[in-house]
């Protein structure tokens, strides 16, 4: 099926697309989205209005949505795009002071974002809901190395907690994803940058075996600082000390997905050392 001209398109997208000819398979239909492989490369379609992503392809058209049966062939073109890349910023020892007092201000104030959805309630200091509630410990575990600065014990929970939840993409794995995106970003005023990027390898490993092949590519990507276009958003207010685009950035993060917004913004929390 060829599809009308994509609106917009994330880097990864657009060279996977070149790899591929411009077809997608499809792998998974939902509501709104689909997601397929372009060459070697997980992607996914949605419609205009939905978030970039570097796998992101948004395209007008009613039919984007499917439903398509795993294995049917997308044509897709994305003549004359020029792709998405997300800004990261420049974080030195003060940017990165300056990151966590407003990501810790923004936990505070938590409740005027929503309900808490997924790992957020740990935010407010509140257990997470059936079925993700006996896995508050770990979640904490995570979230206490990252403030320690200790990179074993981070692999280590994060590996507990990859695969735990419902969808393409569980909430233990963009909890996970979140952290190790805000450890991607604070590398270079950290300690340990061999470390991290070592547990980081032990995330990425241990996530083809623990979870769906979709949800092992994006965590991969949030392993490498790449997520979507309001969590990028987010870490560059925070950076800044914008104390309101951050709370614009972090809205329009929760509302990704189902819980994923919630996830990857409690996960990004606990990253940058701040927790509930």
């Known amino acids: 099926m060829n599809l009308a001209p994509v609106t917009a398109i994330g880097w990864?997208?657009?060279a996977a697309l070149r790899g591929?000819?411009?077809?997608?398979?499809v792998l998974a239909?939902?509501?709104?989205?689909v997601y397929g492989r372009a060459g070697d490369a997980i992607v996914w379609l949605g419609p205009g209005s939905s978030t970039l992503h570097p796998r992101a392809i948004l395209c007008d058209d009613a039919r984007t949505a499917g439903p398509h049966a795993p294995g049917a062939t997308l044509r897709v073109d994305a003549t004359g795009l020029t792709p998405w890349r997300p800004i990261r910023p420049a974080?030195?020892?003060?940017?990165?002071?300056?990151?966590r007092r407003g990501c810790a201000e923004l936990v505070d104030a938590v409740t005027r974002l929503g309900t808490p959805q997924g790992f957020a309630p740990l935010l407010a200091g509140d257990a997470p809901a059936f079925?993700?509630?006996?896995?508050?410990?770990?979640?904490?575990?995570?979230?206490?190395?990252?403030?320690a600065d200790d990179t074993e014990a981070a692999a280590s929970a994060a590996v507990d907690l990859l695969g735990l939840g419902a969808g393409l993409t569980p909430s233990g794995d963009d909890f996970v994803g979140g952290a190790?995106?805000?450890?991607?970003?604070?590398?270079?005023?950290?300690?340990n940058p061999g470390r991290w990027r070592r547990a980081a390898g032990a995330v990425r490993d241990a996530a083809v075996t623990r979870t769906h092949v979709i949800s092992a590519a994006l965590v991969g990507d949030l392993l490498d600082g790449d997520g979507h276009a309001p969590l990028h958003d987010l870490a560059g207010a925070l950076a800044r000390g914008a104390a309101a685009p951050a709370l614009d950035a972090a809205r329009r993060l929760v509302d990704v997905g189902h819980t994923s917004g919630w996830d990857l913004l409690s996960g990004f929390a606990a990253g940058v050392g701040v927790s509930g």
């Open 131 to 147: 079925p993700l509630h006996d896995a508050a410990t770990a979640a904490r575990a995570l979230a206490r190395a990252c403030a």
């Open 29 to 33: 239909s939902l509501s709104a989205s």
């Open 91 to 99: 974080v030195t020892v003060a940017t990165a002071a300056t990151m």
């Open 12 to 14: 990864k997208a657009h």
């Open 180 to 191: 190790f995106f805000a450890r991607a970003l604070l590398a270079p005023v950290g300690a």
């Open 20 to 25: 591929g000819g411009g077809a997608v398979t």
